[in-house]
């Protein structure tokens, strides 16, 4: 029986989970992977105090690295479901099962998916959802970016340097990165971008070839030769197996001390319904639920 089960592995469930060692509560990081977190396949990171430019994989060794200096017990295990037993919870894989007396949900979110014609069928033949990891697969070539979120541009300009071209397909007539991403993308004589317009599918024999998409304030419709996608259009949480109340899109709700709707369940990180998600604010949150959590062990 363990005092907290944290789950996920990224900045906010390693943040967490540092805390609580910290706290003296007898703790147990849980992820699929060794390595989590959104933040480790980004190829710079810019905005987090302390490091004005590190890569995304080496914050996320150093997460680690200063989790194992900590004393943090993890274990690599594939969540299936959590369920309550009296006062405490079950966290069950499809191996086993661990006793809690409280949670901490720090399990992120994934890429949402276009849901269109040809992209489940180009997955890994040139559609992607993570340019550090496949921008160099299209050195020379064309490609899009479709979106115009943080993400979006960050990865535009990365892929600018390997890619001959990149058109950037966004939905509205402005980005909605910060601005000095924006103006980086503006001066790369090889971005261009494609305003107003989505995906509506792609095409291609064994490899992506060509998007159709369609102006959405003049619905004309036009093809662009591509020899790869990478998509960028939001996330989705990772949250379905947990039985806490969510907003409309699946993010946890919580109140400021990342309480959830059942009682020693909190939420932490890009699973919770937050007005910002970024790994400092990620961070905050798992900070913020050890330490409710080491005040909700304290009074039972």
Same mark, same amino acid.
């Given at each position: 029986?363990?005092?907290?089960?944290?789950?996920?592995?990224?900045?906010?469930?390693?943040?967490?989970?540092?805390?609580?060692?910290?706290?003296?509560?007898?703790?147990?990081?849980?992820?699929?992977?060794?390595?989590?977190?959104?933040?480790?396949?980004?190829?710079?990171?810019?905005?987090?105090?302390?490091?004005?430019?590190? &890569?995304?994989?080496?914050?996320?060794?150093?997460?680690?690295?200063?989790?194992?200096?900590?004393?943090?017990?993890?274990?690599?295990?594939?969540?299936?479901?959590?369920?309550?037993?009296?006062?405490?919870?079950?966290?069950?894989?499809?191996?086993?099962?661990?006793?809690?007396?409280?949670?901490?949900?720090?399990?992120?979110?994934?890429?949402?998916?276009?849901?269109?014609?040809?992209?489940?069928?180009?997955?890994?033949?040139?559609?992607?959802?993570?340019?550090?990891?496949? &921008?160099?697969?299209?050195?020379?070539?064309?490609?899009?970016?479709?979106?115009?979120?943080?993400?979006?541009?960050?990865?535009?300009?990365?892929?600018?340097?390997?890619?001959?071209?990149?058109?950037?397909?966004?939905?509205?007539?402005?980005?909605?990165?910060?601005?000095?991403?924006?103006?980086?993308?503006?001066?790369?004589?090889?971005?261009?971008?494609?305003?107003?317009?989505?995906?509506?599918?792609?095409?291609?024999?064994?490899?992506?070839?060509?998007?159709?998409?369609?102006?959405?304030?003049?619905?004309?419709?036009?093809?662009?030769?591509?020899? &790869?996608?990478?998509?960028?259009? &939001?996330?989705?949480?990772?949250?379905?197996?947990?039985?806490?109340?969510?907003?409309?899109?699946?993010?946890?709700?919580?109140?400021?001390?990342?309480?959830?709707?059942?009682?020693?369940?909190?939420?932490?990180?890009?699973?919770?319904?937050?007005?910002?998600?970024?790994?400092?604010?990620?961070?905050?949150?798992?900070?913020?639920?050890?330490?409710?959590?080491?005040?909700?062990?304290?009074?039972?």
């Amino acid at each position: 029986m363990y005092d907290l089960i944290i789950l996920g592995a990224g900045p906010a469930g390693v943040t967490a989970a540092i805390y609580a060692v910290r706290y003296g509560l007898d703790t147990l990081l849980v992820d699929k992977d060794s390595m989590s977190g959104l933040i480790s396949t980004a190829k710079t990171v810019e905005n987090y105090t302390g490091f004005p430019s590190i &890569g995304g994989m080496e914050l996320m060794e150093k997460f680690l690295d200063h989790a194992e200096k900590a004393g943090v017990t993890s274990k690599v295990m594939e969540i299936k479901s959590v369920t309550e037993e009296g006062d405490d919870f079950i966290v069950s894989s499809s191996e086993e099962e661990l006793k809690s007396k409280s949670l901490i949900v720090a399990t992120g979110s994934s890429p949402r998916e276009l849901d269109v014609p040809g992209e489940k069928d180009f997955l890994g033949r040139g559609i992607s959802y993570c340019a550090t990891c496949d &921008g160099p697969f299209f050195s020379g070539k064309e490609v899009a970016v479709i979106g115009g979120g943080e993400s979006a541009v960050t990865d535009a300009i990365f892929i600018s340097d390997i890619a001959s071209k990149v058109y950037v397909v966004h939905r509205r007539d402005k980005l909605r990165a910060s601005q000095i991403l924006q103006d980086r993308a503006f001066d790369r004589p090889n971005i261009e971008f494609v305003w107003d317009s989505v995906v509506d599918a792609i095409e291609g024999k064994d490899v992506v070839e060509s998007l159709q998409i369609h102006n959405v304030i003049t619905e004309e419709t036009k093809k662009i030769p591509v020899n &790869g996608a990478f998509i960028y259009i &939001g996330l989705n949480p990772n949250t379905d197996f947990v039985n806490v109340k969510k907003n409309d899109k699946g993010f946890i709700i919580t109140d400021e001390s990342m309480a959830t709707s059942a009682r020693g369940i909190f939420a932490a990180g890009d699973c919770r319904q937050s007005p910002l998600y970024q790994v400092i604010t990620a961070a905050s949150d798992g900070a913020i639920a050890a330490y409710s959590a080491f005040k909700y062990i304290e009074g039972i």
